[in-house]
């Protein structure tokens, strides 16, 4: 999720800003060049548009508006009344109430920016990243996630359980190099399809790198884990895949599983451990109680 539209309002608001000062730096040089003179009323009038953006991001939105309009009447009273009407006197009267307005409008933007960035981070931390290809979660989502079934299942011990599993491709460099980067790809969304169809709806999946898939499986009754680790085992074995020689890829899969401890609660915390625990276990395709 990278939303870029925040980033362009910030870059537009600046060239906004630089644009202004550039008007009206050409305003104050034509002046110069029309009349050859630069008064002290021109000098306190370049500043006070320098200061108007200032103004903008100082006050309000509603104080801008307001002092905006009360400028604009009494420039426009002295305007026709005592001043000598010229390019740079007539300028002064748009320019400063629009510099406050631009830069009280940036200063909105920024704002908005800076809170619709904010809650796409907190929805980030929130939603951990899902590739959408093939749905599996990164490492970040499953440290999220382990950390979620553990603390229900040792809030509701006696009700709540969940079951973990690991499915390693074996010979992993024999087969990035059979396949190729582009194939292992394919392969790595054919597995990972294949593992969706084994599993339930309310389980999870995820993909450690190295060729480590990851299942989380709440309430999923003890007996019948090996059971389940086999089906998908065999069902990610029976994969047809061809490699770059057009052979059929020969898939070894390995297997391990652990099986949640209230007793363990703190070690659950540790997603690396977890991860190494359930590496063991696919060593001997063994369904740990510890990790």
């Known amino acids: 999720m990278r939303n870029k539209a925040p980033i362009r309002r910030i870059a537009w608001g600046y060239a906004s800003l630089i644009g202004l000062a550039v008007i009206q730096q050409l305003v104050v040089y ?11 009323l021109d000098v306190v009038f370049s500043i006070a548009t320098l200061g108007a953006l200032v103004l903008g991001f100082a006050i309000p939105v509603g104080v801008s508006v307001v002092a905006g309009f009360v400028y604009l009447v009494s420039y426009f009273v002295w305007l026709v009344t005592y001043a000598d009407v010229n390019v740079l006197t007539f300028s002064w009267w748009l320019l400063i109430p629009a510099n406050v307005a631009v830069a009280a409008f940036i200063k909105a933007s920024l704002v908005r920016s800076a809170r619709v960035m904010e809650r796409l981070q907190e929805l980030q931390e929130r939603n951990p990243q899902i590739d959408p290809d093939t749905s599996l979660g990164n490492k ?3 440290t999220d996630t382990v950390i979620k079934q553990s603390n229900l299942a040792r809030r509701y ?10 499915f390693k491709i074996d010979f992993l460099p024999l087969v990035l190099e059979s396949l190729g980067s582009v194939r292992y790809a ?9 593992i969706q169809k084994q599993i339930r709806y309310e389980d999870y999946k995820f993909y450690v790198d190295r060729g480590r898939f990851v299942i989380i499986c709440p309430m999923t009754d003890v007996g019948y884990l090996p059971v389940l680790t086999g089906r998908i085992k065999k069902a990610m074995m029976d994969l047809q895949m061809i490699d770059k020689k057009g052979n059929e890829l020969q898939t070894v899969i390995r297997s391990g599983a652990l099986v949640f401890q209230k007793e363990q609660f703190g070690k659950y915390e540790d997603i690396d451990a977890v991860i190494a625990a359930l590496e063991r276990n696919t060593e001997t395709d063994l369904i740990g109680e510890y990790i």
Do not use: C, D, R, V
Request: aromatic content about 16%.
């Open 30 to 40: 034509l002046k110069i060049y029309m009349n050859q003179s630069y008064t002290t």
């Open 140 to 142: 970040e989502a499953l």
């Open 157 to 166: 011990s006696e009700q709540y359980g969940f079951s973990m599993a690991m």
């Open 186 to 194: 394919q392969f790595l969304l054919e597995l990972s399809n294949t």
